[in-house]
């Protein structure tokens, strides 16, 4: 029965890997390729736009806007935010500089109001070059991607300990299981934080299995969450930024 069990978790941890393969094209440690920002680079998300007053107007009316900026690589699924209610809602954004186009894409989201069932818009960037934008559960279904970032070395650099040490009952440091539930959290409290299923949003899912994170989320959740494990080497490496 046993041995059934491993196999299973055998089974399911390849497929994952073999999905993983073919969403990134790469290997497994995609938080440490610097390829990821590729993408929103040719989304043109990189280049500063504004400043711009969209608080007299509608999403639509923000984003009819916005396309005009986005030399073509603005992709907007009207029907989705119409049948979602968000085409019409109200915006409440104002940026007296110029800002980064990503982000401003994103305060949008945030500070425009909910549509049916509290449905928020959202925007994925593609492979391909340019960016999606469409209702949050349908990016969710159709725009998000599976990849697998490898923990076990900051899992060790935390417990203080090799991965496959088994904890003792008098051991006072944090446990696997603690180091790991704490890496989670820290990418679902800073990685667009609506989002995740686990906080009722309807885009990204994260599971860890063997040292290896499972994660279901958009490129640019992808590439917000590869900064987020980047900064935490960072921080291992250097003990002086440990203790303040």
């Known amino acids: 029965m046993r041995r059934i069990r491993w196999l299973g978790w055998l089974l399911f941890f390849g497929l994952a890997m073999f999905l993983a393969g073919r969403s990134t094209g790469r290997g497994v440690n995609a938080d440490l390729e610097p390829s990821q920002r590729s993408a929103e680079a040719a989304a043109g998300l990189d280049r500063l736009v504004g400043p711009f ?141 609506d989002s995740w299923k686990d906080n009722g949003g309807q885009v990204g899912s994260i599971r860890e299995i063997g040292g290896q994170l499972i994660v279901v989320h958009t490129l640019e959740g992808h590439r917000r969450i590869g900064d987020v494990l980047r900064e935490l080497r960072a921080a291992w490496r250097n003990p002086e930024a440990r203790k303040s």
Not at 95 to 113: H, N
Not at 130 to 142: F, K, N, P, Y
Not at 145 to 161: H, S
């Open 53 to 193: 007053d969209f608080t007299k107007g509608t999403l639509r009316d923000a984003l009819t806007e916005l396309a005009k900026h986005s030399n073509g690589n603005l992709l907007i699924d009207w029907p989705a935010l119409k049948a979602a209610g968000l085409d019409r809602a109200a915006v409440h954004v104002k940026v007296e500089s110029p800002v980064r186009f990503g982000a401003l894409l994103q305060l949008l989201f945030l500070k425009t109001d909910s549509g049916a069932n509290n449905e928020r818009a959202a925007f994925s960037v593609l492979d391909s070059g340019g960016a999606v934008i469409s209702s949050e559960t349908v990016v969710g279904q159709s725009y998000a991607v599976l990849r697998i970032y490898d923990i076990r070395d900051l899992v060790e650099a935390e417990t203080g300990r090799p991965y496959e040490a088994p904890s003792t009952s008098d051991d006072s440091s944090i446990s696997r299981t603690e180091s790991v539930d704490s890496i989670i959290k820290l990418i679902q409290d800073t990685v667009q934080p």
